[in-house]
C-alpha cells in the first residue's frame, strides 16, 4: 500500500532520456525498501501501543527487563549493511551505463554566467540561448562558467552536473534525448540574486527537424549589426535582466534607454551614449543607474565578447527607441 501511494504521487516528471529510465529504476528499489521499513516501523509501534497499553488505572506491572539479544543485534546489523552494498552495487552500474560514450555524440559547449545560458555549437558555428537536441542521439555537453558556481539540470532527462568558475575548468556530461518535446534547463545551484531566473528552454526535434534548425540559424546570420547585436543578447541572457518594453528588471530597461539622461547612484548625471554603453558593458560598476544595486552585473563581458559583438550590441541598444 505504501509502495502503491509513492508510485501513485507522480514525485518524478516524464522520462525524456534514457538515463532517466536507469535512474528511475534505482528510485523505484527506493522506494520498496522504504515501504517495507515504513510498514514495519508502522506494524510494530501499533502493535505495542495495543499490546502494551496501560489497562485500566490500576495496572501498575512493569514491563519485563531483558539485557538485549547478540542474534538480533547481528541481524540488524548485516541486512542494512547487505542492502546498502547491493544499493552501490546497483548505482555503480547505472553510473557506468549513464558514463558510456557513444564516438559519434553531438557536442555542445555549455556557459553558464549570471544568470544566462549559452549554448554553442562548434560542428556548425551556431549560437543560441535554447538548447536544440536531436532525438535519439547522444549529447556531450562540455561546460565551463563565467563567474560563479553553476548546476546545469533538466529535471526530465535526470542528470545533473556542477559547473565550476576558472580557466581550463571543463566538466562533461552525456545523455540521450528519447522524448521530443520542449523542456526546461535549470541552474540547481544558488548562484546570486537572480537564480531563480536563470532557466533556458531545451528542445529536442526529430532529426530532420534538427537538421531543418540547423540550416535556418547559419543562415540567419545578418550583416546588419543591430540584427545580430539582438542575437547577442537573446542567446547571452541579457534580456533576462533588461526589459525591452519600458519596465525596470535586475537592471535598466532598453527600452529608449539611448540618448537619454540618467542619474547615477552618486548624484551625477550621464548622457547614454555610444561611449557609456561601450563603459556599462566593459565596466558596469563603475556608473551605476541610481536605484538599482551595484555589484549585480558581471564583469566579464570583456573576456566574453569581442570588440565587434561589443559594437553590435551598443547597436542594437540605440535602435531600441
Not at 521499513?37 to 495496572?59: A, C, H, K, P, T
Not at 547505472?94 to 560542428?123: H, K
Request: glycine residues 8%; contains cysteine.
Amino acid at each position: 500500500m505504501t509502495n502503491f501511494g509513492l508510485q501513485s504521487a507522480g514525485l518524478l516528471p516524464v522520462q525524456a532520456s534514457a538515463q532517466a529510465t536507469l535512474i528511475d529504476q534505482l528510485f523505484n528499489a527506493h522506494y520498496w525498501v522504504i515501504s517495507f521499513l515504513f510498514s514495519l516501523i508502522g506494524v510494530f509501534m501499533v502493535y505495542s501501543i495495543v499490546v502494551f497499553r496501560r489497562r485500566g488505572e490500576n495496572d501498575t506491572q512493569q514491563g519485563k527487563f531483558f539485557k538485549g539479544s547478540t542474534k538480533l543485534e547481528i541481524f540488524w546489523t548485516i541486512i542494512p549493511l547487505g542492502t546498502v552494498l547491493y544499493f552501490s552495487y546497483l548505482g555503480s552500474l547505472s553510473l557506468a551505463d549513464i558514463r558510456r560514450v557513444e564516438p559519434q555524440a553531438l557536442v555542445v559547449n555549455v556557459t553558464a554566467g549570471q544568470w544566462y545560458w549559452r549554448f554553442e555549437y562548434p560542428e556548425t558555428g551556431i549560437t543560441s540561448g535554447s538548447l536544440v537536441l536531436p532525438v535519439g542521439e547522444q549529447v556531450l555537453l562540455k561546460m565551463t562558467s563565467a563567474d560563479v558556481i553553476h548546476s546545469f539540470w533538466v529535471p526530465e532527462f535526470r542528470v545533473k552536473q556542477d559547473i565550476l568558475p576558472g580557466e581550463n575548468l571543463v566538466k562533461e556530461l552525456r545523455f540521450t534525448p528519447t522524448l521530443t518535446g520542449e523542456y526546461k534547463v535549470l541552474c540547481a545551484e544558488l548562484c546570486g540574486g537572480a537564480h531563480a531566473n536563470m532557466n533556458a528552454p531545451v528542445i529536442v526535434m526529430d532529426k530532420a527537424d534538427f537538421a531543418a534548425w540547423e540550416a535556418g540559424e547559419m543562415a540567419a546570420v545578418s550583416s546588419d549589426p543591430a540584427a545580430r547585436g539582438e542575437r547577442l543578447a537573446k542567446n547571452n541572457g541579457c534580456l533576462g535582466c533588461h526589459s525591452l518594453d519600458g519596465s525596470p528588471l535586475v537592471g535598466p530597461t532598453w527600452k529608449g534607454m539611448a540618448g537619454s539622461t540618467h542619474e547615477l547612484a552618486d548624484g551625477s548625471s550621464v548622457t547614454v551614449d555610444e561611449a557609456y554603453l561601450i563603459q556599462a558593458i566593459l565596466e558596469p560598476n563603475a556608473a551605476v543607474v541610481k536605484g538599482f544595486p551595484p555589484g549585480v552585473m558581471p564583469a566579464t563581458y570583456a573576456d566574453q565578447f569581442s570588440e565587434q559583438q561589443i559594437a553590435d550590441l551598443v547597436a542594437y541598444m540605440q535602435s531600441l527607441k
